[in-house]
């Protein structure tokens, strides 16, 4: 029998493991710096959220939940992806705080700070939804894996490496892009939807640039463009995690330290090697 | 109800002041050092706190805490030049490492902040409470009056400074070419000192003006970045001028626009524009040209 607490942690991890390596195939694999990668989470978790409130089941909840965040997603990114310069990153980071102040306000869809409580399970034991979750993450690795090792994954990193040469050489970047970032924030999303199943609420925080600064930890540390260093990122987190757990005595310093402390290793690691631990390419 | 609309644009001229002194900073750190410079929010919510403790906590008169506040600021945002942004720029870190390193460092100061201070927010408590002045069309306090006055006296003083001083001529010849301004001599590095020292100073003003306009919260220098960010999109991106401009367009159209839309809305509103910008106007009001790095 497995402790309650790693089944918890485990979860977590499976979710979050599709977050970044959908976070990693724009970001990493096609250069597409997406700051805005956890409104896409968002997005899926309240439109899951939403459904499985008024009763629609929770598959359908659940694919809807990609759906949308795919729809929206690429719809930004239509637009966003001929932006020049830091435009694009500039354009995504904004995207963060639109989505705060539309989930803070639009009340009658949102219920705004109060947040959407009691959305329901969809499998009651934790032990069985931690192997459903990690079902999807392992559906997930496999397809960014074959993905990237395609043609069309060798277009994405081309498109990183050198756009013009790669639309010299015939091939449309922008629909590249935009595609790249229509799977990604698909991805996202119904990583999105199985987050809000696992807490069961969901609330604008989610939108929050503390959540944020967790899935580019993962990302950054573990390395750009290299899928076993998402996964490492993502076991790095959670073993920091828990190590803090223990180490910090007083509860109300544990948020601040603990994120003092992924911030702090985030920066060294942006400074004396950008590239993260597996990291095949530089940002 | 047009009789609110004299009080909705001083209401968008106090809170443009606000959002201008912050782009002023953030734009001079653009302009010369040419990155991002999310951090200047972490060095004005830096900047409120260190006069929180020295007038509130230490109980010193008004003038000494704003000159040490002002002094520990400039001395932080140089730290912070020389221990991340310097082996950065040695690396030729790419702008796409400035930007996350500058959003992560903004993270950073605002969990120290909380950390140190806790999550309540603080008041900062003057001798005298301010006095209204009630002009029939609109009301204003002597505190906020102070603000639009120290935030034009401050433009005009950076104004002067890039434009008659040595060092502000060296400002503008890195920031038009930096091979040719080191060909004539100039040392990049110790320009971007003063930059860094005129930005900290800013945003420690910046942040005592906002700390007394407002309250004081862990997490303040991040709102005040993205509007100061925001302006300087908008009046366009490396240029100074152009984001004080910004500051106060952004500070206007959300308070009118608080007219039509309720106040929770007045974020929306100034990203809208921004995005609007970037996508019909990207040089900005002023009309920059745009920098194409990547």
Known sequence: ?283 | MPSILPQLIINGLIAGSIYALAAAGFALVYYVVKFQYFSHGAMIAAGAYFFFLFANVLGLSFAIAGILAIACTIIITLAVNYLVYLPLRKRKATSNVMLITSVVLLMFFSSLILALFGSSTKTLVLGSEGQIFDFGLFTITSLQAYIIFFAIALFFVLYLIMKKTRIGKAMRALADNKSVAQVVGINPERVYTYVFIISGAFAAVSGILVGLEQNLYPKMGVIIIIKGFISSVVGGLGSVPGSVIGGFFIGLIENVGVWYLPTGYKDLISFSVMILFLLLRPQGILGVKLRDDT
């Open chain 1, 1 to 283: 029998m497995i402790h309650e607490f790693f089944i918890q942690d485990f979860t977590w991890f499976f979710i979050y493991l599709i977050i970044v390596l959908s976070f990693n195939l724009a970001f990493g694999f096609t250069g597409m710096v997406n700051l805005g990668h956890m409104v896409s989470v968002g997005i899926g978790a309240y439109t899951s959220a939403l459904l499985t409130l008024n009763g629609v089941p929770w598959y359908i909840a659940l694919l809807a939940a990609g759906i949308i965040a795919c729809v929206i997603g690429t719809i930004i990114a239509a637009i966003t992806v001929r932006l020049k310069g830091d435009y694009f990153q500039i354009v995504t980071l904004g995207l963060i705080f639109i989505a705060i102040a539309v989930s803070r306000n639009w009340i009658s869809l949102t219920r705004g700070a109060l947040g959407l409580p009691g959305v329901p399970d969809i499998i009651r034991s934790n032990f069985y939804y931690m192997l459903f979750t990690m079902v999807l993450s392992l559906m997930a690795l496999w397809f960014v894996y074959w993905l990237t090792n395609s043609e069309t994954g060798k277009i994405f990193q081309a498109i990183r490496d050198d756009e013009t040469a790669t639309a010299i050489l015939g091939k449309n970047t922008y629909f590249y892009k935009v595609l790249s970032l229509a799977i990604s924030t698909f991805l996202a999303g119904i990583a999105g939807g199985l987050m809000v199943h696992q807490i069961n609420f969901v609330d604008p925080s989610i939108f929050d640039l503390e959540q944020f600064i967790i899935i580019l930890f993962m990302l950054i540390v573990g390395g750009l463009a290299s899928i076993k260093g998402s996964i490492l990122g993502v076991f790095l987190l959670f073993a920091l995690i828990d190590l803090l757990r223990f180490l910090v005595v007083r509860p109300e310093l544990i948020g601040p330290v603990r994120q003092m402390a992924l911030l702090l290793i985030l920066l060294l690691v942006l400074i004396y090697r950008p590239k993260g631990i597996f990291g095949k390419v530089d940002i």
